[in-house]
């Protein structure tokens, strides 16, 4: 247990668990569909506060559901003590903690509930909190989970080998493709992390089994995908979850000639969107931003951004209008001209005599 005298310091652990003192009880909470490093870095926030010797119980919460392969095995290999709820009520003298999102995007708990955090904890580029008691938002660093398992090495607490595998892993996920660029503090945490995972876990993550609904939406996807130039366009006329739209739009930025990427596919009757872009081309969260201004919000990180249309969609699918809007204001957001002509990714295999 550690003293309450230990949060008078000036690191920013202490002023974080400092802002905690005086509640009852703390909820973490994740944005929807958690992904690991939400998963990892509110897993973190929560053993922080319990070995802290603050009061009170801690609880881990998100919404919606996990859906991508990777994600889904890494919780049945890790089982990290998290709630996957459809809506939150947060009891008097409950200090909330918002982690890996920012305030006032609809894809997490506290915004849907008019909810204000005590404490945000991000990565991301453009997030606001300046009327939130503590804020700790470093778009310099690789992952929201490098924050984390900062505040536990300064309060030397030790992660076991369960959380820092998820940490590691989070940290690993969030720099797929082109978001490569590591902090001192980023190569100064792997290294930390490295020394307490489990190598055999991260890989048995890194290769979960997959399912056939993984492969017919990835079909479909590359079928429905066209190049503008430099610039990708896909649209996926029905995808079993949100997480194929991020696996596409990470497969496709790898294509031979392809520097900028927009994948989209309606989810109930919202449409779902990722962006990414190579190391030296535009800011995939701007061009995310530019694309849906006015119709739908979306941010991100230098290279990888995603976005969302909310009840738009009719029928569960994209009809010609929608996809025309898309693809015009995508063209536009890369500078292209509407009338740039498109060919698909896929050509037919010539038949076979």
């Given at each position: 247990?550690?003293?309450?005298?230990?949060?008078?310091?000036?690191?920013?652990?202490?002023?974080?668990?400092?802002?905690?003192?005086?509640?009852?009880?703390?909820?973490?909470?994740?944005?929807?569909?958690?992904?690991?490093?939400?998963?990892?870095?509110?897993?973190?926030?929560?053993?922080?506060?319990?070995?802290?010797?603050?009061?009170?119980?801690?609880?881990?919460?998100?919404?919606?559901?996990?859906?991508r392969a990777?994600?889904?095995?890494?919780?049945?290999?890790?089982?990290?003590?998290?709630?996957?709820?459809?809506?939150?009520?947060?009891?008097?003298?409950?200090?909330?903690?918002?982690?890996?999102?920012?305030?006032?995007?609809?894809?997490?708990?506290?915004?849907?509930?008019?909810?204000?955090?005590?404490?945000?904890?991000?990565?991301?580029?453009?997030?606001?909190?300046?009327?939130?008691?503590?804020?700790d938002?470093?778009?310099?660093?690789?992952?929201?989970?490098?924050?984390?398992?900062?505040?536990?090495?300064?309060?030397?607490?030790?992660?076991?080998v369960?959380?820092?595998?998820?940490?590691?892993?989070?940290?690993?996920?969030?720099?797929?493709?082109?978001?490569?660029?590591?902090s001192?503090?980023?190569?100064?945490?792997?290294?930390?992390?490295?020394?307490?995972?489990?190598?055999?876990?991260?890989?048995?993550?890194e290769?979960?089994?997959?399912?056939?609904?993984?492969?017919?939406?990835?079909?479909?996807?590359?079928?429905?995908?066209?190049?503008?130039g430099?610039?990708?366009?896909?649209?996926?006329?029905q995808?079993?979850?949100?997480?194929?739209?991020?696996?596409?739009?990470?497969?496709?930025?790898?294509?031979?000639?392809i520097?900028?990427?927009?994948?989209?596919?309606?989810?109930?009757?919202?449409?779902?969107?990722?962006?990414?872009?190579?190391?030296?081309?535009?800011?995939?969260?701007?061009?995310?931003?530019?694309?849906?201004?006015?119709?739908?919000?979306?941010?991100?990180?230098?290279?990888?951004?995603?976005?969302?249309?909310?009840?738009?969609?009719?029928?569960?699918?994209?009809?010609?209008?929608?996809?025309?809007?898309?693809?015009?204001?995508?063209?536009?957001?890369?500078?292209?001209?509407?009338?740039?002509?498109?060919?698909?990714l896929?050509?037919?295999?010539?038949?076979?005599?």
């Open positions: 247990m550690m003293l309450k005298s230990q949060f008078r310091s000036t690191s920013r652990s202490s002023r974080f668990l400092s802002t905690l003192e005086g509640h009852d009880r703390f909820y973490v909470v994740m944005h929807d569909n958690p992904d690991p490093d939400a998963i990892a870095t509110g897993w973190a926030i929560k053993v922080l506060i319990e070995e802290s010797g603050l009061p009170g119980p801690v609880r881990l919460l998100g919404g919606g559901a996990i859906v990777e994600n889904r095995h890494m919780v049945e290999l890790l089982m990290p003590p998290i709630q996957l709820v459809n809506c939150i009520q947060v009891p008097e003298n409950t200090a909330t903690v918002l982690v890996d999102c920012g305030l006032g995007t609809t894809n997490q708990l506290l915004t849907r509930a008019a909810i204000q955090p005590v404490a945000v904890i991000d990565h991301h580029e453009n997030v606001e909190a300046a009327n939130v008691p503590f804020h938002i470093r778009p310099a660093l690789a992952a929201s989970s490098t924050i984390a398992a900062s505040y536990l090495r300064e309060q030397h607490v030790e992660p076991g369960r959380l820092a595998t998820a940490l590691l892993y989070a940290i690993h996920t969030e720099t797929r493709g082109t978001e490569t660029q590591y001192r503090l980023d190569r100064s945490i792997l290294l930390w992390l490295t020394k307490r995972a489990d190598p055999a876990l991260v890989a048995e993550i290769n979960a089994p997959l399912s056939r609904s993984y492969f017919r939406d990835l079909t479909l996807a590359m079928q429905n995908t066209r190049l503008y430099d610039a990708a366009l896909c649209l996926l006329p995808a079993s979850g949100a997480e194929i739209v991020g696996e596409v739009a990470d497969l496709l930025i790898r294509g031979e000639g520097r900028r990427v927009l994948c989209a596919a309606v989810i109930g009757a919202d449409v779902i969107l990722s962006a990414r872009t190579e190391r030296d081309a535009e800011n995939a969260a701007q061009l995310i931003v530019r694309t849906l201004r006015g119709i739908g919000g979306g941010g991100g990180h230098e290279h990888r951004a995603g976005g969302k249309i909310s009840d738009i969609a009719r029928g569960g699918r994209f009809d010609d209008y929608l996809q025309t809007v898309l693809k015009n204001r995508w063209l536009d957001a890369c500078d292209l001209p509407a009338n740039t002509p498109g060919v698909w896929v050509e037919e295999a010539p038949a076979k005599r």
